[in-house]
């Protein structure tokens, strides 16, 4: 029972991370209809911004390590965005007219672009970062066979998961920011006759998704303590399948999807082969998907005539 425990805890830590990741594609493509393929890579970059904030902290003298975290995740979430922002000013905006094959290649030779930028500048080596938040909680007795551990760090992912949820949604239902989102997503057209800036919620709405990416890479910098320039590929096609899980469009299906591959994941490693968890997990999508296409709490779309 206490192996059970602690894979759960693990599952429902990675699933965070994955949920993070899957907002940024669920946003996008709730807002213009196409899936940013290249986000997978601006969280592998937010990641590297995360390693090179840390060295620079030590290179400064910062030994305060909540202040380091607080201007390595601002920083961070700051830089990635302007990589966020140059994806859809290049790869997205001249081509939002054209027809939708076009604006998906054009990403995936933007995440192939900032995959071998990445390998270019900081090399193809593994980059290591040692442990910088220790400690947990024992939850379980001391004469137990298997101890079941929560760090503080999966503690500290798991509430800043939720605080980010708890925030992007009172954005989008509160804020005239989401306002515009939801107009724009329902008729692009009409809500640009209305007066809405159409490009710039979309820039917005690309940042948005760049500063989530970012946190993540953050946490998996933390929590794994190695980094290369390829997790983006593996990170953002799960991610992606996550949003597909939950229901593309939705971020609290975007958030369901990511715990749910996170736990499969977890769960398979820990009873079977570890070398198929990648399989289980596609496996669930495709099962879910011939059931209910639409994803978990996806809506189906309704044509206006």
């Known amino acids: ?7 759960l805890i693990n599952g429902v830590t990675l699933g965070a991370i994955y949920g993070l990741i899957a907002i940024g594609y669920t946003m996008v493509y709730g807002i213009i209809g196409m899936i940013n393929f290249a986000h997978g890579d601006v969280y592998m970059i937010g990641a590297f911004i995360s390693l090179i904030g840390f060295l620079l902290m030590g290179v400064l003298g910062v030994g305060y390590l909540p202040l380091a975290l607080f201007v390595v ?3 961070s979430m700051a830089l990635t965005a302007v990589y966020g922002w140059a994806v859809e000013r290049i790869a997205y905006r001249p081509l939002r007219g054209s027809f939708k094959l076009a604006p998906l290649i054009s990403a995936i030779g933007m995440s192939i672009v900032l995959e071998n ?26 004469n137990a066979d298997y101890h079941v551990t929560l760090s503080y760090l999966q503690i500290v992912i798991v509430l800043i998961t939720v605080g980010l949820m708890a925030g992007f949604t009172y954005v989008i239902t509160r804020t005239p920011l989401g306002r515009a989102q939801r107009a724009t997503e329902q008729d692009m057209t ?15 709405t690309f940042v948005l998704g760049a500063a989530m990416a970012a946190v993540a890479g953050l946490m998996v910098t933390l929590y794994y303590g190695v ?19 939950g229901g593309i469009g939705s971020l609290p299906g975007a958030m369901l999807g990511g715990l ?19 399989v289980a997990a596609f496996s669930i ?5 011939i059931f209910r296409p639409t994803g978990l709490l996806g809506r189906p779309e309704i044509e206006k005539v």
């Not at 029972?1 to 894979?7: L, V």
């Not at 980094?227 to 899980?245: P, Q, R, S, W």
């Open 260 to 278: 749910l591959i996170g736990l499969i994941e977890a769960f398979w490693s820990a009873y079977f082969s570890i070398e198929y968890k990648d």
């Open 117 to 142: 930028y990445v390998q270019v500048t900081q090399g193809a080596q593994v980059k290591p970062l040692p442990p910088l938040v220790h400690g947990g909680i024992q939850l379980s007795a001391a």
């Open 1 to 7: 029972m206490n192996y059970f425990i602690q894979q």
């Open 227 to 245: 980094i290369d320039f390829y997790i983006g590929f593996i990170a953002g096609m799960k991610a992606f399948t996550a949003a597909v899980l």
């Open 190 to 204: 009409m809500a640009a006759l209305l007066g809405i800036d159409v490009d710039r919620v979309v820039s917005t």
């Open 285 to 289: 999508l495709v099962l879910v998907l």
């Open 73 to 75: 995740l601002l920083l």
